[in-house]
């Protein structure tokens, strides 16, 4: 660290500047010498100094050091230079008022430089504030004052010589270094520099912009030369790495030489590489990307279990084990044949009641099924009735309550339904746990039945449903047939509140993307649930559920045609390729695409079974333009009564039949028509709550039809 003074640099130009020393010199002295030692002790002068010589005065240079060129010369008109003085070092501590200014230029009697020297010093400024335009005049240094005028300092800008060399190069440079030479001395900034790899510089930034003892306070300092920045050894491989963003690669480790194990000394093991275990990326998007599909396909429906998230296998009550056989199909027929043959002959006395109730019992379930009697048979999935039993568990007690078990967990009845699947599939299962899932807790998600359990082997699969004994609508069609009192058909009031209840169930599933796909009156339960005994079912129908009319309603079942609407692509659709018939829709029949319209179309069948008591019968009519082209609009063979409210059945059924004629108003001109099933239902609440106790009244029908439902269980 080297520290400037003025002192300091008198003093050195003072060493450099003394003349050489003559004979004479060297034998006695000079008076010259004497005279210079009386002089003022703080102008520190050499001897035999010669007063041409001038001191530089403390300015600063472009390098930034305290010596420049303004220079402060004194004469006086006593002393004369001496001739035999030598030349000082720097050109430029010699330089005069009237040295450096052509001769054609001088005034006439100025070719001596001491004619008009006065007793006063002439003093030679600088200013740097001053600009000096070229052009303007002549520049002319006057070396004496004007008669009877005061002598004022002149200023002028020196000019450098012809032969002087800016320097542009850095500082460091080995061809500027020779040039940095005294009295051009530029106070050195110390920089530190480290041998650290270029890796650390770009990862350790800060480590280059830390202050050092000699750098001043604040940021650090960025040393530039005519606004370029000074080499640095790594400013290059900073600036390449900023403007890529790449890593400088670590140097590689030279591998060790293996050294022989000694003999009897165990062999070290070389680590094993940590595997990285790569998370499965969840495809995005549906599943099935077919533009066009049969939706109820095994193989679609397996690419679809397979991928569905989350997994089936986190679903609570799902087990599948495919390596094992359950066997039990044989044994639960049998015994169910022999329960039906037993109820036709139970006047019989010689029937045997000793037969052993077969008993589902799952390892992976907590509870035991015992079978009773058969209540549906299909043609592929038989339902039983079974009576359910929770397993006894010593340690049940001391096990932490947890949500969705035991006392948290749903209620289940005694008496509860298992559906026996040949051959197996969980599609069923899958459809009514998105169904409770999407619809959450509403009136819709009541009106679905409950999979609790799903249990899926290599020949067969059990799916443990709920189970309720008030029938179906098929059976209060059937109720309502044999009344002859009643004319062999439904109550309108009673037909308009379970078309409210259906309409609102479709209408939510529909809304999420779900499909029941097989609806008809034997697949809809009636949900008639006793209330509390501090809550009241009020005579007057509420639409909202209130005064206990959202324990009345039906509860769709069979779920094994349903469509999940998400994992296909938006614009998707249906082909059919099984065997039609009436229950089916026209597109179905036709061969022609369909979505929503299987529902629609099922939906307006129970419609027609409340109304009329028989299957529906559709018959089409073309529009005004005739031809193979022409738009199809359908109806139902039948004629509704004139006493019905027929404004609002033909609207209900005219929707159903015909979806594709009222997309005004729903959302892209698509299916589904939720906002024109929206529409309809309202009327129809409107209808009842205005029309509910007419007649009868709408609660004692129900009522009504409840008793006979369970007089007929019986």
């Keep these: ?98 040295k450096h200014i052509p001769k054609d230029d001088q005034p006439d009697g100025s070719d001596e430089e001491t004619e008009n020297t006065q007793d006063e010093p002439l003093e030679v400024h600088q200013d ?92 650090p300092t960025v040393l530039e030369h005519d606004g370029e920045p000074w080499s640095s050894p790594f400013q290059d491989e900073l600036d390449r790495a900023g403007e890529s963003h790449e890593k400088i690669p670590q ?34 998007g549906p599943i099935i990307k077919d533009a066009q599909c049969n939706p109820v396909d095994e193989a679609i429906r397996e690419v679809i279990l397979s991928q569905v998230q989350p997994p089936l296998s986190s679903y609570d009550g799902y087990y599948a084990d495919t390596s094992k056989t359950s066997g039990k199909s044989a044994e639960i027929r049998k015994f169910t044949k ?54 006894e568990d010593e340690d049940e007690e001391r096990k932490p309550a947890q949500m969705g078990k035991g ?13 026996m699947e040949d051959p197996p599939s969980a599609w069923e299962f899958y ?65 308009m509140f379970f078309t409210v209840e259906l309409f609102r169930t479709v209408e939510a599933l529909h809304t999420k993307g779900l499909i029941h796909g097989d609806l008809k009156a034997d697949n809809v339960l009636v949900r008639l649930d006793s209330l509390p005994p501090e809550d009241y079912w009020s005579a007057q129908y509420q639409r909202d559920g209130r005064d206990g009319w959202a324990a009345k309603g039906v509860a769709l079942i069979d779920f094994g045609r349903g469509i999940d609407m998400k994992v296909f692509k938006p614009e998707v659709q249906f082909i059919a390729d099984w065997k039609t018939s009436e229950a089916d829709c026209a597109e179905m029949r036709e061969l022609r695409p369909w979505t929503y319209q299987a529902d629609y179309h099922g939906l307006a069948g129970i419609v027609h079974s409340l109304l009329f008591g028989k299957y529906i019968e559709t018959v089409a009519e073309r529009g005004a333009a005739l031809g193979a082209g022409a738009t199809k609009t359908y109806r139902i063979r039948e004629s509704l009564k004139r006493y019905w409210q027929t404004e609002i059945w033909n609207e209900v059924l005219d929707l159903l039949l015909n979806p594709l004629m009222h997309l005004e108003e729903e959302e892209g001109r698509k299916l589904p028509v939720l906002k024109g099933m929206e529409s309809v239902r309202e009327k129809m609440e409107a209808w009842l709550e205005g029309n509910c106790e007419k007649g009868v009244g709408l609660k004692s029908l129900i009522r009504r039809m409840e008793t006979a439902v369970r007089d007929k269980r019986r």
Excluded at 211 to 219: I, L, N, S, Y
Excluded at 253 to 261: D, S, W
Excluded at 407 to 419: H, Q, T
């Design 407 to 419: 006392e948290f967990g749903l209620k289940r009845n005694p008496l509860e339904a298992i559906k």
């Design 251 to 284: 140097p590689a480790l030279l591998e060790k030489k293996k050294l022989k194990a000694p003999l009897g000394a165990s062999k070290a093991q070389p680590l094993a590489k940590k595997v990285v275990e790569t998370k499965e990326t969840v495809p995005k």
């Design 128 to 219: 740097p504030q001053e600009d000096v335009h070229e052009g303007d005049h002549e520049l002319a240094t006057p070396t004496s004052p004007e008669p009877g005028s005061v002598a004022l300092p002149t200023r002028f800008v020196p000019m450098p010589p012809e032969d002087c060399e800016v320097p542009t190069r850095p500082y460091r440079d080995q061809a500027q270094v020779a040039q940095n030479r005294l009295p051009f001395m530029t106070p050195i900034v110390e920089k530190t520099e480290s041998s650290i790899g270029a890796a650390t510089a770009l990862s350790q930034k800060d480590y280059f912009a830390m202050k050092t003892p000699c750098r001043q306070k604040g940021a």
């Design 431 to 495: 459809i009514i746990r998105q169904a409770k899932r999407r619809l959450g807790v509403s009136r819709p998600a009541d009106s679905v039945i409950h999979a609790y359990e799903m249990h899926l082997f290599k020949d067969e699969g059990f799916l443990v449903e709920e189970f309720r004994d008030q029938g179906t609508l098929l059976d209060l069609v059937n109720i309502a047939r044999a009344d002859i009192n009643g004319g062999g058909v439904m109550d309108e009031q009673m037909a």
């Design 1 to 98: 660290m080297t520290f400037h003074t003025r002192e300091a640099m008198d003093e050195i130009y003072g060493i450099f500047n003394q003349p050489l020393k003559t004979e004479g010199d060297l034998a006695g002295g000079s008076d010259s010498g004497d005279d210079s030692e009386d002089d003022d002790d703080d102008d520190y002068t050499s001897a035999g100094e010669s007063t041409g010589t001038g001191r530089i005065s403390g300015t600063t240079s472009e390098f930034g050091d305290q010596t420049g060129a303004d220079f402060t010369m004194k004469t006086t008109a006593d002393e004369e230079p001496d001739e035999t003085e030598v030349k000082s070092v720097s050109e430029w501590s010699e330089f005069t008022a009237s």
């Design 338 to 391: 022999a329960v039906t043959k037993m109820s036709k002959n139970a006047n019989d006395k010689t029937a045997t009641n000793l037969m052993v109730m077969p008993t589902l019992r799952f390892d992976t379930s907590e509870r035991t099924y015992s079978v009773k009697r058969e209540l549906g048979k299909g043609a592929f999935a038989p339902v039983y009735l079974v009576e359910s039993t929770p397993v």
